[in-house]
């Protein structure tokens, strides 16, 4: 999971810049999300044990976040669970 503030106003900006950014290998899923204060969310789903390396989406372009990006790992644990 990569989330990120962008500097006010710049949300639509780092939306569009979140969704050009391609990564490699592709994840079997990627959604993206928008919230207000202008927050940017995107959450990747990968056929991958927990530790394994994979590739992440990196710090947006100076001046575009207000803050660094914050990223989570999690891993299903089923229904009901």
């Given at each position: 999971?990569?989330?990120?503030?962008?500097?006010?106003?710049?949300?639509?900006?780092?939306?569009?810049?979140?969704?050009?950014?391609?990564?490699?290998?592709?994840?079997?899923?990627?959604?993206?999300?928008?919230?207000?204060?202008?927050?940017?969310?995107?959450?990747?789903?990968?056929?991958?044990?927990?530790?394994?390396?994979?590739?992440?989406?990196?710090?947006p372009?100076?001046?575009?976040?207000?803050?660094?990006?914050?990223?989570?790992?999690?891993?299903?644990?089923?229904?009901?669970?």
């Amino acid at each position: 999971m990569w989330e990120a503030r962008a500097v006010e106003g710049r949300g639509p900006e780092l939306l569009a810049w979140a969704r050009s950014r391609l990564l490699s290998p592709a994840p079997l899923r990627r959604e993206t999300f928008s919230a207000p204060q202008d927050r940017v969310l995107v959450i990747t789903w990968w056929d991958a044990p927990y530790d394994a390396p994979l590739p992440e989406l990196p710090e947006p372009d100076e001046g575009l976040a207000l803050r660094a990006v914050h990223r989570w790992r999690f891993e299903a644990v089923g229904e009901g669970a």
